[in-house]
């Protein structure tokens, strides 16, 4: 199985962007990203088909982040933009064979974002 490793994150102060990046030794059908919030269970908020490039957004940051992927550098990255204190995060690289089964993850990166 491939290794992801994500790096990135850090401290940032509401309205600020970060990029997090998330390498990986073997590219997966569907690779995205979730995150876990502080009390609460992680989420998906989204994925990328590395075939296709087709992508999907959860409603809480659509429209503010934006993941894409470079297959040749066995890659995919989060542009998180507009960032609100709600965002702040262990923020997870995910991968699997298929979107509806993300089932590897790396070790995160923490996202803070104060107001």
């Known amino acids: 199985q491939g290794q992801l490793v994500e790096s990135g994150g850090g401290s940032v102060q509401a309205g600020g962007s970060l990029k997090l990046s998330c390498s990986t030794t073997s590219l997966y059908y569907c690779m995205g990203w979730s995150r876990q919030r502080p009390g609460e269970e992680r989420e998906e908020i989204a994925t990328v088909y590395t075939g296709s490039g087709v992508t999907w957004t959860d409603t809480s940051v659509k429209g503010r982040f934006t993941i894409s992927r470079d297959n040749a550098k066995k890659m995919v990255y989060l542009q998180m933009d507009r960032l609100k204190p709600e965002d702040t995060a262990m923020y997870y690289c995910?991968?699997?064979?298929?979107?509806?089964?993300?089932?590897?993850w790396g070790q995160g990166t923490q996202v803070t974002v104060s107001s």
């Open positions: 995910v991968a699997g064979r298929s979107c509806g089964a993300l089932d590897l």
